[in-house]
T-cell receptor, first 115, second 115 residues
Framework: AQKVTQTQTSISVMEKTTVTMDCVYE???????LFWYKQTASGEIVFLIR??????ENATVGHYSLNFQKPKSSIGLIITATQIEDSAVYFC????????????FGKGTSLTVIP | GPKVLQIPSHQIIDMGQMVTLNCDPV?????FYWYKQILGQQMEFLVN????????KSKLFKDQFSVERPDGSYFTLKIQPTALEDSAVYFC?????????????FGEGTRLSVL
């Protein structure tokens, strides 16, 4: 079963607007960690932001923020004031605290920022 | 900042041959991963490695696959013999330790083409 699901295959937005990318996850663990990465056109994979499951406050880093809705097992990525260079594929990932702490990725959402 | 280096960036080999993909993780990192990504698809977990041992492996980590990190040198993924379906980009990642809140750093990938 998919542990991390990203239903949006691709999104296009105008430059300088705000975009939200969805991600839902499945876990039985009481403690887990959620991550967003982006993969650029060159293939480089860059870590963006992390949310700890036990924290109620949504994480924010620069123009990235998260919308963490724990009861819905949802962790959306919000990018404000989008720039052309934000065009990339965005992956959501989850890591559980127990077991071997494997890292599960979603299938990714391709974001195109239009000038 | 610290980087995970992967050598080579592209490898072309004939089906049935052996191939070794090399990863030079961040120097003080202790936890290592290999992921496989077929073009345009999600990253799929292959294996993670800690303290000289495979901790967990997926169904994609066939018997023909092996990993090792002899004497703190490269973390390698060996495929012997290769099959056509092994063609993909292989990403290495490393993290400082086993802490579940660690965001692994990824290399830029090795594109493997099996002919």
């Amino acid at each position: 079963a998919q542990k991390v699901t990203q239903t949006q295959t691709s999104i296009s937005v105008m430059e300088k607007t705000t975009v939200t990318m969805d991600c839902v996850y499945e876990t039985q663990d009481s403690s887990y960690f959620l991550f967003w990465y982006k993969q650029t056109a060159s293939g480089e994979i860059v870590f963006l932001i992390r949310q700890d499951s036990y924290k109620k406050e949504n994480a924010t880093v620069g123009h990235y923020s998260l919308n963490f809705q724990k009861p819905k097992s949802s962790i959306g990525l919000i990018i404000t004031a989008t720039q052309i260079e934000d065009s990339a594929v965005y992956f959501c990932a989850m890591r559980e605290s127990t077991g071997y702490q494997n890292f599960y990725f979603g299938k990714g959402t391709s974001l195109t920022v239009i000038p | 900042g610290p980087k995970v280096l992967q050598i080579p960036s592209h490898q072309i080999i004939d089906m049935g041959q052996m191939v070794t993909l090399n990863c030079d993780p961040v120097s003080n990192h202790l936890y290592f991963y290999w992921y496989k990504q077929i073009l345009g698809q999600q990253m799929e977990f292959l294996v993670n490695f800690y303290n000289g041992k495979v901790m967990e492996k997926s169904k994609l980590f066939k018997d023909q696959f092996s990993v090792e990190r002899p004497d703190g040198s490269y973390f390698t993924l060996k495929i012997q013999p290769t099959a056509l379906e092994d063609s993909a980009v292989y990403f290495c990642a490393s993290s400082l330790d086993r802490g579940a809140n660690q965001a692994p750093l990824f290399g830029e990938g090795t594109r493997l083409s099996v002919l």
